[in-house]
């Protein structure tokens, strides 16, 4: 069964530094999405991707957050000076289009200290 | 905006005891309607999801939930739980003119006691 896969499974990083987060989603998806948990909070959206370009994103979604298709298969998802309050688990999920459910990773767990 | 409510934070169940987790949503149309199951360390899976038609929607696992539009609730039940059904269930509200985005509820932790 096809699946969204996400690497790592969990990053530690010093505040400041940038982290990418990877995701390859499953293959004849069209659109793609972050979002992320802060531990013991909900699930919150963070952005959402389609035809190379973003659709959608949140507020949490500062210049500090990018997102980027390299190539026909990874989706990324850049922080680029992480705070202590990016530390969460963030999801990357994929959808065949916008009325089929989507699939989630396993999620990275982003530990910034 | 769209906003979900899990009013239980913690349900604790015995196992072969029925389960009904509640769900209520805040949307202007008709919205889409999902459950997803997160075991510890896991990802987001998939229980179901309502989009249009019977409000009654059958899942994995033997979950259901039911669509009340007057109520604006998607509970979700299992007849008879099974120890590993024990994890944290989320409701989530999407709509297709907002790109999918999904909205999510705060959870509900499922504990089952032998």
């Known amino acids: 069964e096809p699946e969204v896969t996400q690497t790592p499974s969990h990053q530690v990083t010093q505040m400041g530094q940038e982290v990418i987060l990877r995701c390859v989603p499953i293959s004849n998806h069209l659109y793609f999405y972050w979002y992320r948990q802060i531990l013991g909070q909900k699930v919150e959206f963070l952005v959402s991707?389609?035809?190379?370009?973003?659709?959608?994103k949140s507020e949490i979604f500062d210049d500090q957050f990018s997102v980027e298709r390299p190539d026909g298969s990874n989706f990324t998802l850049k922080i680029r000076s992480t705070k202590l309050e990016d530390s969460a688990m963030y999801f990357c999920a994929s959808s065949r289009n916008t009325q089929g459910e989507a699939f989630f990773g396993q999620g990275t767990r982003l530990t910034v200290v | 905006a769209q906003s979900v409510t899990q009013p239980d934070i913690h349900i604790t169940v015995s196992e072969g005891a029925s389960l009904e987790l509640r769900c209520n949503y805040s949307y202007g149309a008709t919205p889409y309607l999902f459950w997803y199951v997160q075991s510890p360390g896991q990802g987001l899976q998939l229980l179901l999801k309502?989009?249009?038609?019977?409000?009654l929607v059958q899942g994995i696992k033997g979950f259901e939930a039911e669509f009340k539009r007057s109520q604006s609730s998607f509970n979700l039940r299992k007849p008879s739980v099974h120890w590993s059904d024990a994890a944290e269930y989320f409701c989530?509200?999407?709509?297709?003119?907002?790109?999918?985005?999904?909205?999510f509820g705060g959870g509900t932790r499922v504990l089952v006691k032998p």
């Open positions: 989530a509200v999407g709509a297709k003119a907002a790109g999918n985005k999904l909205t």
């Open positions: 991707f389609y035809n190379n370009e973003i659709s959608e």
């Open positions: 309502y989009f249009s038609g019977d409000t």
